[in-house]
């Protein structure tokens, strides 16, 4: 008779982490005996014969895609689909629900609990880009951080960056979810990209006085709270990227030596507790 596979080490850690309830990313798990209840964190009061039944396998397709069906190219972005409940038997489907939702998110925060964690910093992960990425490799630190901070946001990621570059800390543990970021993701690497090449352009003569500045300012930061539908979060040539806009607002902070008032983090709150 075939033994069963013990849980790995990953899993069994995240569940000592925690009491029979608790948020991973924007997912709301309730043990339930020998099963786990998995919903989105919206739906967390909503009865479960209002909520669509769905296996295991087929939350990888759920995480594909937002409310509007564009695709996610970021699966910690905080717009992960509501309406729908799981119900993973026994800590191995928990675990496997949980990657199809979060890819590598319960291994990457298992793995990170060591100190230093076993991350790959900015210089050493643009050092090893070609091609067109290689141009990433000329920001300064200033820059990177701007790039941090139009691109890593809570209103962006949901993961907590464990990489930096000199100068600039990484996300303090009550700033996001304990879904650990060990490198920088593809959608960043795109927006780095495009701020190099942005600092390569010949800036446009503005002549905005302060009011002018503060009106500009005000209106992306509006355009931020409430981003155009239909724009792929990896389109960074799109005018209304929430991406483009954060880089935007960061230059406007730089030349007016105004301090940055993107936001980079946000209190757990905003993310749920178990």
């Not at 319960?106 to 100190?115: A, G, H, K, M, Q």
Request: aromatic letters at 6%; charged letters at 25%.
């Amino acid at each position: 008779m075939p033994l069963s596979p013990l849980p790995s080490p990953a899993i069994r850690w995240l569940l000592n982490r925690h009491s029979d309830s608790f948020v991973f990313g924007q997912v709301q798990v309730k043990r339930d005996g020998v099963r786990f209840c998995l919903r989105s964190t919206a739906d967390r009061d909503r009865p479960e014969e209002l909520l669509r039944d769905l296996p295991v396998s087929g939350l990888r397709q759920l995480a594909q895609f937002d409310e509007l069906g564009e695709f996610r190219p970021l699966k910690s972005a905080p717009d992960l689909r509501t309406g729908w409940v799981c119900f993973a038997l026994g800590e191995e489907q928990l675990e496997l629900a949980l990657d199809q939702l979060y890819p590598g998110g319960v291994v990457d925060s298992w793995s990170s609990r060591v100190d230093p964690p076993p991350v790959t910093q900015y210089r050493d992960f643009v050092g090893r880009q070609t091609g067109m990425y290689r141009v990433a490799q000329n920001l300064s630190a200033a820059d990177v951080s701007e790039v941090i901070r139009a691109s890593c946001g809570v209103r962006q990621c949901l993961k907590r960056r464990r990489w930096t570059v000199e100068g600039v800390e990484g996300d303090s543990p009550d700033a996001k979810s304990e879904i650990a970021c060990l490198e920088p993701c593809a959608v960043f690497l795109e927006c780095a990209r495009r701020a190099a090449r942005l600092a390569q352009d010949e800036p446009a003569a503005m002549g905005l006085v302060e009011q002018d500045r503060a009106v500009l300012e005000a209106a992306l930061q509006q355009v931020l709270s409430a981003p155009a539908p239909g724009v792929r979060a990896g389109d960074l040539g799109h005018p209304l990227n929430p991406r483009r806009i954060g880089l935007l607002l960061e230059k406007l902070h730089r030349t007016s030596g105004a301090p940055s008032s993107a936001p980079s983090g946000g209190a757990q709150k905003h993310l749920g507790t178990g």
